[in-house]
């Protein structure tokens, strides 16, 4: 994006420079439609350019979590900067709204975009500030307690995400030793994860009282915009997810018990290799990793594997593990320089091949929408974004032999792919279903908590597993899920998409040039259309009835079986 309104040369540091562009917007007159248009995109590059200043500041700190400057930069603007903007925005929205000509804007997206914006305005409450200021301070220290976790194996200090490469190892009593230092070193975090929690709990469920909504599950859901689903479908989606999704998980874990001629199956022996092989490792360096995806991608559409390119070019990736980085992964959209960022803790395993093609799908979302006007229609829904990514997951697989030498390991790596599919829909209920319960009984004990915790995780997980004496492991399980701390009731939309993603790569499989094609363009309309006709224009359907889900977890398991 080129700067127009914005100076070339300036940087964000501090409010008092920044405010006289809020100022600027908040004077002018919007009475004709060039007034309002040029408005509209005056302001649109004012976010882009606040939008990347802060994206960068969280993608440095995530990055380095123990350095000090890092962190006090981040939390400068979260405490200083961020609480100043609030007020303002809200006034230009209404400006916006309030616009004799606002009905004139014709051009496509526009209806969603003044929706989202009503949206916000509706929601916007003065008091609530503070305490959005207050949530990000906390929500960051996730990070911080998980960034600081690491064990001691074979004399090395490693972390966790090192750790779980030796959950795979053939030897069964290195399996149960690094489970029980990574358990261990867990527990260590447990009471302050609780305590942040139950912080983050009532002051979420303030902010939704604040907003006239009886609880945050409520509020949170109108928040996040959720306008094609009701609250009800989500809960339908739990049942349904049980009814058709949790047996195939039994059934897998039943298969192998078996096959590793266990009497007693333990949560150290559900990552290593049923036939007794070593793990599979389709890297070995970052920079390998970029290379064979670049070469993946390009098989299956050149422009895919152009976007990645130019991303390592630009220094846009960041792959590797490391003591004092972040967990997990993610990719940031940078909506300035529209080139995104990957973060992610990349240790060898297959686990981090899919990891990078899912925030690679991301990232392709980012480039395919890149021309749109405005920062808006570049910010697609979950249910779409995740569409790009989950669906990139599984129509990369068709092109892993540049990962994989062997056709035995090329099976293998598929097989774990779909055996993580029929997990994921599972694990996905039981999460957002916690999270129901959560928000609804907002003054729970810690030990309420962990009781509805077991509940769920025992509906919705599989009793072949033996937690035996164990039983503290997984009553805290639910702690190693960032979303819960971090983004909360950002999750079940991994669900709907997995839908989505599953079908997608069906019509891959019957018709590839036809369903990339209809990839392109689904993300190409980033959030100009509804989320249904989003997923229409993909070829596919916005469905998470029983009906469906069946249907769809039919075709994953049958696809699952030609690989055994």
């Known amino acids: 994006m080129q700067r127009q309104f914005i100076k070339k040369e300036y940087n964000i540091t501090t409010w008092q420079l920044l405010e006289p562009y809020f100022i600027d917007l908040k004077n002018r007159t919007l009475n004709t ?87 916000t305005i509706t ?35 490693i972390t966790m995400q090192k750790a779980s490469v030796f959950l795979k190892d053939l030897n069964r009593a290195v399996r149960q030793d690094v489970y029980t230092k990574v358990q261990s070193r867990r527990a260590l975090d447990e009471e302050a994860l609780n305590n942040l929690y139950t912080q983050l709990i009532e002051l979420r469920h303030q902010v939704a009282l604040n907003t006239g909504f009886s609880n945050y599950r409520d509020y949170k859901h109108q928040a996040l915009g959720r306008f094609d689903y009701s609250v009800q479908d989500c809960l339908n989606f739990h049942e349904a997810v049980k009814l058709h999704a949790v047996p195939l998980i039994k059934q897998h874990d039943l298969q192998r018990k078996q096959k590793l001629q266990l009497n007693d199956y333990r949560p150290w022996d559900t990552a290593v290799d049923e036939e007794n092989l070593p793990p599979l490792k389709p890297f070995a360096t970052a920079q390998e990793l970029i290379n064979k995806t670049i070469l993946c991608f390009n098989k299956i559409d050149t422009y895919f594997g152009d ?97 994989f030498s062997t056709p035995n390991d090329l099976k293998r790596a598929k097989r774990q792919q779909l055996e993580s599919v029929m997990d994921t829909l599972p694990w996905i209920a039981a999460i957002d279903k916690f999270q129901h319960w959560v928000y609804l009984n907002p003054t729970h004990t810690v030990a ?72 392109k363009a689904a993300l190409a309309l980033g959030y100009t259309k509804s989320i249904p006709e989003v997923y229409k224009t993909a070829g596919i359907k916005f469905d998470f009835s029983p009906s469906y889900i069946k249907e769809l977890m039919d075709f994953v398991k049958a696809e699952y079986d030609k690989l055994n």
């Open 307 to 403: 976007c990645i390119a130019t991303m390592h070019k630009m220094g846009r990736l960041d792959l590797e593990s490391r003591l004092g980085k972040a967990p997990g992964g993610y990719q940031y959209p940078l909506y300035e320089t529209d080139v995104p960022f990957i973060f992610m803790n990349s240790v060898g395993l297959h686990r981090d091949l899919t990891t990078m093609v899912h925030e690679g799908g991301h990232a392709i979302h980012s480039f395919l929408d890149m021309d749109l006007d405005l920062v808006d229609f570049k910010s697609p829904p979950s249910e779409v974004a995740e569409l790009a990514s989950m669906g990139m997951e599984l129509i990369s697989m068709e092109h892993w032999d540049e990962f």
């Open 123 to 157: 929601l916007f409450r003065e008091e609530n500030i503070p305490l959005n200021t207050q949530l990000q301070e906390l929500e960051q220290q996730f990070g911080e307690i998980n960034g600081a976790q690491s064990i001691e194996h074979n004399g090395e200090k």
């Open 448 to 519: 309420e908590r962990n009781a509805m915790w077991v509940q769920i995780a025992n509906d919705f997980g599989s009793d072949v597993v033996n937690y035996a004496g164990l039983e503290n492991n997984l009553k805290r399980k639910w702690q190693v899920q960032l979303h819960l701390f971090e983004v909360p009731f950002y999750y079940i939309e991994y669900g709907f998409a997995q839908l989505g993603a599953i079908a997608m790569w069906r019509n891959y499989k019957t018709n590839p040039q036809q369903a990339i094609a209809n990839y």
């Open 33 to 119: 439609l060039t007034e309002l248009e040029l408005f509209i995109k005056n302001y649109n590059e004012l976010g882009a350019v606040i939008s990347e200043n802060m994206a960068w500041r969280y993608i440095k700190m995530t990055c380095d979590t123990t350095n000090t400057e890092l962190r006090d930069n981040f939390n400068d603007f979260v405490q200083n900067i961020e609480p100043n903007i609030a007020p303002l925005s809200n006034e230009l929205n209404k400006k916006i709204i309030e616009s004799p000509c606002v009905n004139q804007l014709s051009k496509t997206g526009y209806p969603i975009f003044l929706r989202g914006l009503q949206n």
